[in-house]
C-alpha cells in the first residue's frame, strides 16, 4: 500500500513540477532576448519564466526523493539498475539547472533589471553576447530535458 501511495506521489510530482520547469526552461531564453531587444512585454514573461524554473526547479527536488523513498518500499527495487541509473540522472539534471541554468537566467533578468530589489542587492549583473549566452540556456534547457526523458524511459524498463 505505502508503495503505490508513494509511486502516486512521484507520478504526481513529476506532472506538476518537472512540466512546468522544463517548458520554462526551453522557453526563457527566446523571451529573455526579445526583451533585451526592447520588447517589454517579453520582459514580464521572462521574469515569469525565470520565477518558474527557480521555484517549480526546487520543487521538482522532490521527485528523485520520492524515487528514493520507493525504493525503501519494496527491496526488489534495489536490484534494479535502471531505478539507479534514473536517480543518477536525476540528480545530474537538477545539477545542471542549478549550477548552470537558473543563474544564468538570474542574470539575464538583473541585466534587464527585472529582479526584485533584495535579489539585486550587492550584485552586479553582466551578459556580454546575448546571442550566445540565448544559445548556452538553450542548449542547456535541451539536455535538462532529454534528460527527463531518459529518466522517463528508465522507469519504465
Known amino acids: 500500500m505505502m508503495t503505490t501511495i508513494f509511486i502516486f506521489l512521484h507520478v504526481l510530482t513529476a506532472i506538476l513540477f518537472l512540466g512546468p520547469v522544463t517548458v520554462a526552461t526551453s522557453s526563457f531564453h527566446v523571451r529573455a532576448l526579445e526583451a533585451h531587444e526592447g520588447n517589454t512585454r517579453s520582459g514580464s514573461v521572462a521574469k515569469l519564466l525565470h520565477r518558474i524554473t527557480n521555484t517549480y526547479g526546487m520543487l521538482s527536488m ?18 534494479m539498475g535502471n531505478f539507479h ?14 549550477f ?7 542574470q539575464m533578468v538583473g541585466v534587464l533589471g527585472l529582479l526584485d530589489p533584495e535579489e539585486v542587492e550587492g550584485r552586479s549583473f553582466e551578459v556580454k553576447d546575448w546571442k550566445t549566452a540565448k544559445s548556452q540556456l538553450s542548449m542547456f534547457g535541451g539536455i535538462f530535458a532529454l534528460l527527463w526523458v531518459i529518466i522517463l524511459l528508465l522507469m519504465f524498463l
Do not use: C, E, K
Open 62 to 79: 522532490l521527485v528523485p526523493i520520492l524515487g528514493v523513498a520507493i525504493m525503501f518500499t519494496n527491496t526488489d527495487y534495489w536490484s
Open 85 to 98: 541509473a534514473a536517480i543518477g540522472f536525476s540528480v545530474v539534471a537538477w545539477a545542471l539547472l542549478i
Open 100 to 106: 548552470l541554468i537558473i543563474p544564468r537566467q538570474r
